[in-house]
T-cell receptor, first 112, second 113 residues
Framework: EAQVTQNPRYLITVTGKKLTVTCSQN?????MSWYRQDPGLGLRQIYY???????DKGDVPEGYKVSRKEKRNFPLILESPSPNQTSLYFC???????????FGPGTRLTVL | GENVEQHPSTLSVQEGDSAVIKCTYS??????FPWYKQELGKRPQLIID?????GEKKDQRIAVTLNKTAKHFSLHITETQPEDSAVYFC????????????FGAGTRLFVKA
């Protein structure tokens, strides 16, 4: 089954404790993105990757890192999480021949 | 920075009526405009999209119109049903695959039976 998976789905952590949210897709998609969703703000793009080892900042990259060492994986890294990074995070992927983005199930992160 | 404004933030209609959601974008280089539906606790799902070289697109009860000169695009849902109740997001993108995608803040649609 074609899908985008994220782990963990829920995470409660404390300020300053490094964490990684994984994203994996099995559709051989070139493009992958990370978004955060906050009430009243819609989805905001954090980082974007066009292919392996090619990443670019979105609108809200501060406090986040990404890597794209393999085509299927695009982890989101929070080196020193802060409470303002409490949010719902979505990973998405798409291919060069199709505009549609396929979203993962989301990760709800709470930073205390 | 670039942005997408979406109105209204909340829309309540009677079952069978039409619903219209409007968006305005600022980056004239945007060339792809998708609309997503998000049900409570679920991920966004694409419901219709339009490219900048097309003025209108229709899929059953859903249609999207684009006015590139005015940088406006709209979602039209006809014959609304209770299952249409959800949050709808418009977005504007610079290219294929989600490149530099900016979303509107969302419209919560209530369809009353």
């Amino acid at each position: 089954e074609a899908q985008v998976t994220q782990n963990p789905r829920y995470l409660i952590t404390v300020t300053g404790k490094k964490l990684t949210v994984t994203c994996s897709q099995n559709m051989n998609h070139e493009y992958m993105s990370w978004y955060r969703q906050d009430p009243g703000l819609g989805l905001r793009q954090i980082y974007y990757s066009m292919n392996v080892e090619v990443t670019d900042k979105g609108d809200v990259p501060e406090g986040y890192k990404v890597s794209r060492k393999e085509k299927r994986n695009f982890p989101l890294i929070l080196e020193s999480p802060s409470p303002n990074q409490t949010s719902l995070y979505f990973c998405a992927s798409s291919t060069t021949t199709e505009d549609t983005q396929y979203f993962g199930p989301g990760t709800r992160l709470t930073v205390l | 920075g670039e942005n997408v404004e979406q109105h209204p933030s909340t829309l309540s209609v009677q079952e069978g009526d039409s619903a219209v959601i409007k968006c305005t974008y600022s980056d004239s280089a945007s060339n792809y405009f998708p609309w997503y539906k998000q049900e409570l606790g679920k991920r966004p799902q694409l419901i219709i999209d339009i490219r900048s070289n097309v003025g209108e697109k229709k899929d059953q009860r859903i249609a999207v119109t684009l006015n590139k000169t005015a940088k406006h695009f709209s979602l039209h849902i006809t014959e609304t049903q209770p299952e249409d109740s959800a949050v709808y997001f418009c977005a504007a993108s610079l290219g294929t695959g989600g490149f530099k995608t900016i979303f509107g803040a969302g419209t919560r649609l209530f369809v009353k039976a």
